[in-house]
Nanobody, 120 residues
Framework: QVQLVESGGGLVQAGGSLRLSCAAS????????MGWYRQAPGKQRELVAD???????NYADSAKGRFTISRDNAKNTVSLQMSSLKPEDTAIYYC??????????????WGQGTQVTVSS
């Protein structure tokens, strides 16, 4: 099976930086899009940023200019560098990947989430 594991979450002060990482493992033939989503208590999960295998990036308006997403196709990892963090960035951050675990079987997989808390 495919597993995605996030790391790097924690508690930071407003204006600080944090780098999240996600590693995909298991039965993987290919990974297309990888992304980061977040969910604050009582709110819907929302896209923060994603990146194609070719390196094309997409950011939520709230993340533009502050966050940078990157990936390493050889290692099946994706990272999110977060700078100038704000209290409203506080949420559980989830790694997502569109994975081909076997021929003709694309699927979306999710990590367990990592907590990011930004204090004021």
């Amino acid at each position: 099976q495919v597993q995605l594991v996030e790391s790097g979450g924690g508690l930071v002060q407003a204006g600080g930086s944090l780098r999240l990482s996600c590693a995909a493992s298991g039965r993987i033939l290919r990974i297309d899009v990888m992304g980061w989503y977040r969910q604050a208590p009582g709110k819907q999960r929302e896209l923060v940023a994603d990146i194609t295998r070719g390196g094309t990036t997409n950011y939520a308006d709230s993340a533009k200019g502050r966050f940078t997403i990157s990936r390493d196709n050889a290692k099946n990892t994706v990272s999110l560098q977060m700078s100038s963090l704000k209290p409203e960035d506080t949420a559980i951050y989830y790694c997502q990947a569109n994975v081909l675990p076997s021929a003709f079987s694309w699927g979306d997989y999710w990590g367990q989430g990592t907590q990011v808390t930004v204090s004021s």
